[in-house]
C-alpha cells in the first residue's frame, strides 16, 4: 500500500512540476507586466492594444499547436519545443524599447506562451483520472508557484525597478522544457483512432451546449481583463507600495488555492453550471465594487473573490470538458476552449478595456460587469440545454451539471 502510495505521489509531482513552472512566470508577469510596459514609455491605449493583438495571435497559434499535438498523437514534445523557444522571446523582448518592437514580440509570445497551458491541462485532466488523483489538488501547486512568483515580482520591482518584472520571469521560463520532459509520452493510439479525431471539429462546434459553455466561461474569464491590464497600475496610482500590491496578486491566489482543496467536494454539490454560476455572480460583485474603491481593506476582501471569478470557473470548465468530450478528445477539446472560448473573448475584451480605461480610468471596471452578466445568461441557457453527459457522440445517462 506504502509503494502505491508513494507512486502515486510521485506521478503527481511530476503532474504538478510544469504548471509550477509556468505560473511562477505567470504570477511575475499578470500582476506586472503593465508596469514593464509602461516602463518602456506604452500609453495605456497602446497597452489594451498589446494585449488584444496578443490574444488574437494565441487564438489561431492555440487551435494551430493543438491541432499538431492532436495529429501527432501526444503533446510532450510540442510542449517541450515551445518552452526552449520562449527563452529566446524572453530576450528579444529585453532589446525591444519602441512600441512597435514590442508589438512584433509580444505577438511571436502569443503563439509561444498561450498553447502549452490548455495542452497541459488536457495531459492534467487525462493523466489524473487515470492514477485516481485529484485535478485540483494537482492544479493547486501552480497556483502556489504563482503567489511566489507575483511576491518576488513585487519585491523586484519595488527594489530594482520594472526592468526585473523580465528577470523574474526568465527564472522559471527555463526550466518549462526540463519539467515537460516530466510529462508522461503519448499512449500508443488504436488502430481505429489513428490519425483521426473520434468525432469532428465541425460537428463539435455545431452543438448548442459546447457553445454555450465557450460563452459562459470565456466571458467570466474574459471579466478579468481590466484587472490584468490595469489593476496594478490603478493601485500605483492610488499610492499603495508595489509589495503590498503583490501581496494582493498573491492574496487573491492564495484563497484559489483554498477553493481548489474542496474543488471536488463543491463540484459534488454544486455540479458543472453551479461552480460556472459562482464565478459569474461573484464577479458581478467584484467588478462593481473595483470601480468605486482603492481602499486598502476593501481589495482585500475584493481579491478574495478570485478563488470564485477564477477557480471555480477553471474547475467548473475542465470537468464540463471531462464529461461532455470523449476521452481521446481532451487536447483539441482544450484547445477549442482555450482558444475561441478565453482566447477569443478575451482578445475583444482586451482592446475594450483599453478604450473603457483611458476613458474612464478605474470605472473601466464597470464594464466587467456587462461582461459578467452576459455571460451568466449563456450560462442559464446551457443549465437548460445539456443534459450532462457527451456533446458529442451518445450520453445514454444524464449526469449532474
Same mark, same amino acid.
Given at each position: 500500500?506504502?509503494?502505491?502510495?508513494? &507512486?502515486?505521489?510521485?506521478?503527481?509531482?511530476k503532474?504538478?512540476?510544469?504548471g509550477?513552472?509556468?505560473f511562477f512566470?505567470a504570477? #511575475?508577469f499578470m500582476?506586472?507586466?503593465?508596469?514593464?510596459?509602461?516602463?518602456r514609455?506604452?500609453?495605456d491605449?497602446?497597452?489594451g492594444?498589446?494585449f488584444?493583438?496578443?490574444?488574437?495571435v494565441?487564438v489561431?497559434?492555440?487551435?494551430s499547436?493543438?491541432?499538431?499535438?492532436h495529429?501527432?498523437?501526444?503533446?510532450?514534445?510540442? +510542449?517541450?519545443?515551445?518552452g526552449?523557444a520562449s527563452?529566446?522571446?524572453?530576450?528579444?523582448?529585453?532589446i525591444?524599447?519602441s512600441?512597435?518592437?514590442i508589438?512584433v514580440?509580444?505577438?511571436?509570445?502569443?503563439?509561444l506562451?498561450s498553447p502549452?497551458?490548455?495542452?497541459?491541462? &488536457?495531459?492534467?485532466?487525462?493523466?489524473?483520472?487515470?492514477?485516481?488523483l485529484?485535478?485540483?489538488?494537482v492544479?493547486?501547486?501552480?497556483?502556489?508557484a504563482? +503567489?511566489?512568483?507575483?511576491?518576488? %515580482?513585487?519585491?523586484a520591482?519595488?527594489r530594482y525597478g520594472?526592468p526585473?518584472?523580465?528577470?523574474?520571469?526568465?527564472?522559471?521560463?527555463v526550466?518549462?522544457a526540463?519539467?515537460?520532459?516530466?510529462?508522461?509520452?503519448?499512449?500508443p493510439?488504436?488502430?481505429? %483512432?489513428h490519425?483521426?479525431?473520434?468525432?469532428?471539429?465541425?460537428?463539435?462546434?455545431?452543438?448548442?451546449?459546447?457553445?454555450?459553455?465557450?460563452?459562459?466561461?470565456?466571458?467570466?474569464?474574459?471579466?478579468h481583463?481590466?484587472l490584468?491590464?490595469? &489593476?496594478?497600475?490603478?493601485?500605483?496610482?492610488?499610492?499603495?507600495p508595489?509589495?503590498?500590491?503583490?501581496?494582493?496578486?498573491?492574496?487573491s491566489?492564495a484563497?484559489?488555492?483554498?477553493l481548489m482543496?474542496?474543488?471536488?467536494?463543491?463540484l459534488?454539490?454544486?455540479?458543472?453550471?453551479?461552480?460556472i454560476a459562482l464565478?459569474?455572480?461573484?464577479?458581478?460583485?467584484?467588478w462593481? #465594487?473595483?470601480?468605486?474603491?482603492?481602499e486598502?481593506?476593501?481589495?482585500?476582501?475584493?481579491?478574495?473573490l478570485?478563488?470564485?471569478t477564477f477557480?471555480?470557473?477553471?474547475?467548473g470548465?475542465?470537468?464540463?470538458?471531462?464529461?461532455?468530450?470523449p476521452?481521446h478528445?481532451?487536447?483539441?477539446?482544450?484547445s477549442?476552449?482555450?482558444?475561441?472560448?478565453? &482566447?477569443?473573448?478575451?482578445?475583444?475584451?482586451?482592446?475594450?478595456?483599453?478604450?473603457l480605461?483611458?476613458?474612464?480610468?478605474?470605472? %473601466?471596471?464597470?464594464?466587467?460587469?456587462v461582461?459578467?452578466?452576459?455571460?451568466?445568461?449563456?450560462?442559464?441557457?446551457?443549465?437548460?440545454?445539456?443534459?450532462?453527459?457527451?456533446?458529442?457522440?451518445?450520453?445514454?445517462?444524464?449526469?449532474?451539471?
Open positions: 500500500m506504502s509503494d502505491r502510495l508513494s &507512486g502515486r505521489l510521485l506521478q503527481g509531482a503532474l504538478a512540476a510544469y509550477a513552472a509556468y512566470a504570477g #511575475a500582476s506586472y507586466w503593465p508596469v514593464w510596459l509602461r516602463d514609455g506604452i500609453s491605449t497602446e497597452i492594444t498589446l488584444m493583438s496578443r490574444q488574437i494565441t489561431i497559434a492555440t487551435l499547436v493543438g491541432w499538431v499535438a495529429r501527432l498523437g501526444g503533446p510532450r514534445g510540442v +510542449i517541450v519545443a515551445l526552449i527563452i529566446a522571446a524572453m530576450g528579444a523582448f529585453q525591444s524599447h512600441f512597435l518592437a508589438f514580440v509580444t505577438m511571436l509570445w502569443g503563439f506562451w502549452p497551458m490548455p495542452l497541459y491541462d &488536457g495531459v492534467l485532466v487525462t493523466e489524473t483520472k487515470k492514477h485516481g485529484d485535478y485540483a489538488r492544479r493547486m501547486w501552480s497556483s502556489v504563482f +503567489i511566489f512568483g507575483t511576491f518576488l %515580482a513585487g519585491i520591482v519595488d520594472p526585473w518584472v523580465l528577470y523574474v520571469g526568465l527564472a522559471s521560463i526550466l518549462l526540463p519539467f515537460a520532459l516530466l510529462l508522461p509520452p503519448a499512449a493510439r488504436t488502430a481505429a %483512432a490519425g483521426h479525431a473520434p468525432f469532428r471539429v465541425s460537428e463539435l462546434l455545431r452543438q448548442p451546449p459546447f457553445l454555450l459553455f465557450l460563452l459562459a466561461c470565456g466571458l467570466c474569464q474574459a471579466s481583463s481590466v490584468y491590464s490595469f &489593476g496594478t497600475l490603478t493601485w500605483r496610482g492610488a499610492g499603495i508595489d509589495v503590498t500590491i503583490s501581496a494582493l496578486w498573491a492574496e491566489v484563497i484559489e488555492i483554498v482543496l474542496f474543488g471536488g467536494w463543491l459534488a454539490r454544486l455540479g458543472v453550471c453551479g461552480l464565478g459569474l455572480t461573484a464577479g458581478l460583485v467584484r462593481t #465594487a473595483m470601480a468605486f474603491t482603492t486598502l481593506w476593501a481589495l482585500v476582501l475584493l481579491q478574495a478570485h478563488s470564485c477557480a471555480a470557473c477553471h474547475l470548465a475542465m470537468a464540463f470538458l471531462q464529461r461532455a468530450l476521452t478528445g481532451a487536447a483539441i477539446g482544450q477549442l476552449y482555450y482558444a475561441l472560448g478565453t &482566447g477569443a473573448t478575451q482578445a475583444v475584451v482586451y482592446q475594450f478595456s483599453g478604450i480605461y483611458s476613458d474612464y480610468g478605474q470605472r %473601466a471596471f464597470l464594464g466587467m460587469t461582461v459578467s452578466a452576459l455571460g451568466m445568461c449563456a450560462l442559464l441557457l446551457l443549465a437548460r440545454t445539456w443534459n450532462g453527459g457527451l456533446v458529442v457522440g451518445h450520453s445514454r445517462v444524464p449526469l449532474p451539471r
